[in-house]
């Protein structure tokens, strides 16, 4: 009976993970893999404003007041709850905090102390956005759209304490663009489009222009992970596959693929393949032996370059964001492998760059790897690391 048992719960389980599994499988070629998901784009708090100046969140308030924007309850991101104009009203209105009561010392009465808490535009320094994301993993390309933004307000306690930061309502983005064109173009110095640029340029200063289509390139640095998952204890890749570094250095100093300087990000004029030697090169070890009899030899260990030691791989990326209408892709267009690198004593010392592809040159040979060691590839992690920066 507990044999019988023991196997319907095991049978249970591996059908709750393969359901699982079906419903969040790892990026694959011909997959394409969307997400919803929400995020929050910061102010520049070191910007000074005349007292004459108006703020994005106040002139999206004031449009909501009159009706002509519609807002949502900020319970969920999918818009099913529109709010009233009295319920923003609330929101902003002036209001009472009731303070510790307190009792007069000369008549003994008790009283409590009212303190009336203006709403002040000027608190209002984050907006937040949900956003839709598609992953096309063919053709290394992700596609956004913004569906929505939302003034964020800080939320403190009676004694002052910060305790958070809420939205106070949900805009679509569609039905809110115009009126973000005309303050970004009033106030220049609160554009809310450059601060989502920046956000996607990944600390890269990448120049913002002011035009409706902002185009550039920014880089972005994804880690491999090992090839054991020692937390479920199973092997990602096995002990006679190729590591993906393998088939991209090998084909390098065969010369079937051609590999460029990692400064450039044009792909234009190749490197010869002789790069690979030197980037793959490891120097010798001299050690100093035979201590027993006191004699000074030198024994030569050359040691061999292992793939295992590239890890990290720096993507570069062509962000094109439509501001008339928040559309953002960002498409793969090169990649350059790390290596480490280890003193004599094999202890750990830095990271380089060896050389890159242009991602077009190996599309297949990184999709071919994905198919092969789908909890161990390199668009999955690509895919991970942009949904552990956001909320």
């Known amino acids: ?23 969040n499988p790892p990026p694959c070629p011909g997959t394409v893999w969307t997400n919803r998901v929400q995020r929050t784009v910061y102010l520049d708090t070191t910007i000074k404003h005349t007292m004459a100046d108006t703020t994005l969140a106040e002139v999206l308030t004031k449009l909501v007041l009159n009706k002509n924007l519609t807002p949502y309850s900020t319970i969920d991101n999918r818009f099913t709850t529109k709010l009233s104009s009295e319920q923003i009203l609330e929101k902003i209105s002036s209001h009472a905090d009731n303070a510790n009561q307190q009792e007069d010392p000369v008549t003994g009465s008790t009283n409590t102390r009212v303190v009336m808490h203006e709403f002040n535009y000027n608190t209002i320094r984050a907006y937040r956005l949900v956003e839709e994301w598609q992953y096309n993993v063919d053709e290394g390309k992700i596609d956004i759209q913004i569906l929505g933004i939302a003034p964020v307000v800080d939320v403190y306690g009676d004694e002052g304490n910060y305790r958070g930061s809420v939205g106070m309502y949900w805009l679509k ?12 173009t009033q106030h220049p110095k609160d554009n ?13 200063a990448v120049p913002f222009n002011n035009g409706n289509i902002q185009t550039g390139v920014t880089s972005r640095t994804v880690v491999m992970p090992d090839t054991t998952d020692y937390y479920y204890h199973r092997k990602l890749v096995l002990y006679n596959d190729r590591l993906l570094s393998q088939s991209l250095i090998d084909g390098a100093r065969s010369g079937g ?5 990692t400064n450039t990000r044009s792909y234009l004029i190749p490197l010869n393949k002789l790069v690979v030697d030197t980037t793959t090169y490891v120097k010798p070890d001299s050690i100093d032996l035979d201590t027993e009899t006191g004699i000074r030899s030198w024994k030569v260990i050359i040691r061999e370059f292992k793939y295992e030691w590239v890890t990290n791989y720096q993507l570069q990326q062509e962000v094109v964001f439509n501001t008339s209408t928040g559309a953002i892709s960002l498409l793969l267009k090169g990649i350059t492998p790390k290596r480490d690198y280890y003193d004599d004593a094999e202890n750990f010392i830095g990271r380089k760059s060896m050389f890159s592809f ?13 198919m092969q060691h789908p909890l161990c590839n390199l668009p999955l992690e690509l895919w991970r690391g942009y949904f552990t920066e956001r909320e």
């Open 358 to 370: 242009k991602y077009a040159d190996i599309k297949n040979i990184i999709n071919r790897y994905t």
């Open 257 to 261: 693929i051609r590999i460029y300087d």
């Open 192 to 204: 809310l489009n450059k601060l989502i640029w920046r956000s996607y340029c990944n600390g890269d």
């Open 1 to 23: 009976m507990n044999a019988r048992r023991l196997i319907m719960v095991a049978y249970l389980c591996f059908t709750s993970l393969s359901a699982h599994a079906q419903k």
């Open 173 to 184: 983005y569609e039905d809110a663009k115009d009126a973000i064109a005309q303050f970004n």
